[in-house]
Nanobody, 124 residues
Framework: QVQLVESGGGLVQAGGSLRLSCTASGRTFRNYAMGWFRQAPGQEREFVAAIRTNGRTTAYTESVKDRFTISRDNAKNTVYVEMNSLKPEDTAVYFC?????????????????WGQGTQVTVSS
């Protein structure tokens, strides 16, 4: 069993920045690929970013490229997403997820474990 706990969400003005963190339980975090997803009210959950076990291979959805950066610290069992130049359309609940097979997937179905989510609200 893997438990994921997100933190770092909040209210920020457009153009501002936030850094979300997600800490995982267990000793094999370094073997998981990690992803960030988000879900806005009335919308489906969508892929944001993912990172492989090596910490160097990443993927982003087009709308956040050049604004968001995903990273991980395997010593701390933590994955981060640094979000800059935030826009009102980035407002959503952000979830981290773990893929125990280490894939770099944009699909919700590839991730076996999920956190409870953290709210990000960007005001205009």
């Amino acid at each position: 069993q893997v438990q994921l706990v997100e933190s770092g969400g909040g209210l920020v003005q457009a153009g501002g920045s936030l850094r979300l963190s997600c800490t995982a339980s267990g000793r094999t975090f370094r073997n998981y690929a990690m992803g960030w997803f988000r879900q806005a009210p009335g919308q489906e959950r969508e892929f944001v970013a993912a990172i492989r076990t090596n910490g160097r291979t990443t993927a982003y959805t087009e709308s956040v490229k050049d604004r968001f950066t995903i990273s991980r610290d395997n010593a701390k069992n933590t994955v981060y997403v640094e979000m800059n130049s935030l826009k009102p359309e980035d407002t959503a609940v952000y979830f981290c997820a773990a893929d125990l097979y280490g894939r770099l997937s944009t699909s919700i179905d590839a991730y076996e474990y999920w956190g409870q989510g953290t709210q990000v609200t960007v005001s205009s």
